[in-house]
């Protein structure tokens, strides 16, 4: 057994390479007991008995940060082993080594993400399940904010991923954000020949019936009579009168709804009450 261990292979002994591959295991061990149990910790702070102890996003988001620093630490102790390589394990391990490190390494674009997230992390523009509009372009519910990005799922179930430094640029509509509640606008045309105010009746009964529909007047405006569901002309088009009502619901979501929902009902009423919705139409005449 001596003579094995003292048998060399292209320069190196067999007993180095027993002992670095007995080292290099107990620091894999390490790494994945270490990142098991912080892991764990984070899971349990989450919640304690039943209740809600510390924030998701900021738990989320700094449980990765203390993996990437044990994963960091790893791979420092790994490169300890191997001769010539203890300047470089000591440079990481050293905190000025690791700023010059991500320096030298990360591209600036990484670096602004990183520190865009933390901006976001730390500034509480959305959080984890904020339904949220980026642009007026993307919407969806925020999934997970990352290091480098922060992913919304959409309608369609499709996550989308947008760096957190163009998100931190973005014009964000938060409607998680404080007040939930939600006006939806639902206009509809009718004809110049119609009665006005039996038209707003008409609309208004349909809005007042919907199940999603709340009351979002201050005390104030119910001792003052104003109605809870408010129609008013918007504009006096070359075809037809808009009719817009202020329907207020509990959630985005319920407003989305609760407007589809309107558009047909409405529609079906003013059908029945003989209530024209003029629509353009064009008449061919053949020579």
Same mark, same amino acid.
């Given at each position: 057994?001596?003579?094995?261990?003292?048998?060399?292979?292209?320069g190196v002994s067999?007993?180095?390479?027993v002992g670095f591959a007995?080292?290099?295991?107990?620091?894999?061990l390490f790494?994945?007991?270490l990142?098991?149990?912080?892991k764990?910790? #984070?899971?349990r702070?989450l919640q304690r008995?039943?209740?809600i102890?510390?924030?998701e996003?900021?738990v989320?988001?700094?449980?990765r940060?203390?993996?990437?620093?044990?994963?960091i630490?790893?791979v420092?102790? #790994?490169?300890?082993?191997?001769p010539g390589?203890e300047k470089?394990s000591?440079?990481?391990?050293?905190?000025a080594g690791?700023v010059?490190m991500?320096?030298?390494l990360a591209?600036?674009?990484?670096l602004?993400n990183v520190v865009?997230?933390? #901006?976001?992390?730390?500034?509480h523009?959305?959080k984890?399940?904020?339904?949220?509009e980026v642009d007026?372009?993307i919407?969806?519910?925020?999934?997970e904010?990352?290091?480098r990005?922060?992913v919304?799922?959409?309608?369609?179930?499709?996550?989308i991923?947008i760096?957190n430094?163009?998100i931190?640029?973005?014009t964000i509509?938060?409607?998680?954000?404080?007040?939930?509640a939600?006006?939806?606008f639902?206009?509809?045309?009718v004809?110049y020949t119609?009665d006005?105010?039996r038209?707003i009746?008409?609309?208004r009964?349909?809005?007042?019936?919907?199940p999603?529909?709340?009351d979002?007047r201050s005390?104030a405006?119910?001792?003052?009579?104003?109605p809870q569901v408010?129609i008013?002309v918007?504009?006096?088009?070359d075809?037809a009168i808009t009719?817009r009502a202020?329907a207020w619901?509990?959630?985005?979501g319920?407003? #989305?709804?609760m407007?589809c929902?309107?558009?047909?009902?409405?529609?079906?009423?003013?059908?029945?009450e003989?209530?024209?919705?003029?629509?353009?139409?064009?008449?061919?005449v053949?020579?």
């Open positions: 057994m001596e003579e094995i261990l003292n048998t060399v292979i292209f067999v007993r180095w390479l007995i080292k290099g295991a107990i620091i894999y790494v994945r007991i990142t098991g149990i912080t764990y910790l #984070f899971r702070s008995q039943g209740k102890v510390l924030d996003t900021k989320s988001f700094m449980r940060i203390v993996i990437t620093a044990i994963y630490i790893g420092a102790a #790994f490169l300890s082993l191997i390589m470089v000591n440079s990481i391990l050293a905190s690791i010059a991500a320096v030298g591209s600036q674009d990484a602004s865009g997230g933390m #901006f976001i992390i730390f500034s523009p959305f984890l399940g904020d339904f949220i007026s372009v919407k969806g519910t925020v999934m904010i990352t290091l990005h922060t919304i799922r959409d309608a369609e179930n499709r996550m991923l760096p430094n163009k931190n640029s973005s509509i938060n409607s998680s954000y404080g007040d939930t939600t006006c939806a639902v206009e509809v045309g004809s119609a006005l105010d038209a009746d008409t609309m009964n349909e809005v007042m019936k919907h999603l529909l709340i979002h005390e405006e119910k001792e003052g009579g104003t408010i008013r918007t504009n006096l088009g075809s009719l202020w619901a509990g959630t985005a319920n407003a #989305f709804a407007k929902d309107l558009l047909k009902s409405i529609k079906e009423r003013f059908d029945k003989n209530i024209e919705i003029p629509y353009p139409y064009v008449n061919v053949k020579a």
